[in-house]
Nanobody, 123 residues
Framework: QVQLVESGGGSVQPRGSLRLSCAGI?????????MGWFRQAPGKEREFVSA??????SNYADSAKDRFTISRDNSKTVYLQMNNLKPEDTAMYYC?????????????????WGQGTQVTVSS
């Protein structure tokens, strides 16, 4: 069963940090899911941020490289550590999952989604 729930969003000033969490995979295949983070700003399409495979291999959007770090523990919870946040990072952040050894940057390939957690970066 997959019911993703995100937490950790909030309001921070520029150059601040937040750590997002996502949990909710309880089936026997939990360790085989690729877990991803996407975000959607008002008036924009949902875009890929980062993903981590079941083996721990990760990839990032250019906008997230060197500032965000994705990780997972016990294969059931995934985290997104966001440092040096910028106003343009303001968005609703969504956790997504797909039962595959390989991750994808395409949101269409993820069948499972959380409800999102809001991140606002403003001075």
């Amino acid at each position: 069963q997959v019911q993703l729930v995100e937490s950790g969003g909030g309001s921070v000033q520029p150059r601040g940090s937040l750590r997002l969490s996502c949990a909710g995979i309880s089936d026997r295949y939990s360790s085989y899911y690729c877990m991803g983070w996407f975000r959607q700003a008002p008036g924009k399409e949902r875009e890929f941020v980062s993903a981590i495979s079941s083996t721990g291999s990760s990839n990032y959007a250019d906008s997230a490289k060197d500032r965000f770090t994705i990780s997972r523990d016990n294969s059931k919870t995934v985290y997104l550590q966001m440092n040096n946040l910028k106003p343009e990072d303001t968005a609703m952040y969504y956790c997504a999952a797909r039962l595959s050894s390989a991750c994808s940057i395409s949101r269409a390939t993820y069948p499972y989604w959380g409800q999102g957690t809001q991140v606002t970066v403003s001075s």
